[in-house]
């Protein structure tokens, strides 16, 4: 079984930047993909961007592209994104996510989830 456990999330004003990071652990990660989703108060689940763990090919959410940069430490079982020109909308609790199969966007393909990290931003 693989856990998974976030780290980073806080409070930062608009246009600032945050880094999240997520360890694997329990056993080595060997899915397919990790990725980020994140949630706000009364909003569904939305994907945010996910890596393939084999080559780091990459997808982002049309919303936080050119803003977020999700990457990966295979060695260290560990996936991140660094968040920068951070806006009020960005607010949520950042979830990651491990996949056994593919690489996409859809929350129900992802097997491990973590317990979610806040990250508020203020205007």
């Known amino acids: 079984q693989v856990q998974l456990l976030e780290s980073g999330g806080g409070l930062v004003q608009a246009g600032g930047s945050l880094r999240l990071s997520c360890a694997a652990s329990g056993r080595t990660f060997s899915g397919s993909a990790m990725g980020w989703f994140r949630q706000a108060p009364g909003k569904e689940r939305e994907f945010v961007a996910t890596?393939?763990?084999?080559?780091?090919?990459?997808i982002y959410a049309d919303s936080v592209k050119g803003r977020f940069t999700i990457s990966r430490d295979n060695a260290k079982n560990m996936v991140y994104l660094q968040m920068n020109s951070l806006k009020p909308e960005d607010t949520a609790v950042y979830y990651c996510a491990g996949a056994v199969y593919g690489t996409n966007r859809i929350a129900a393909t992802y097997k491990y989830w973590g317990q979610g990290t806040q990250v508020t931003v203020s205007s």
């Open positions: 890596i393939r763990w084999s080559d780091g090919w990459i």
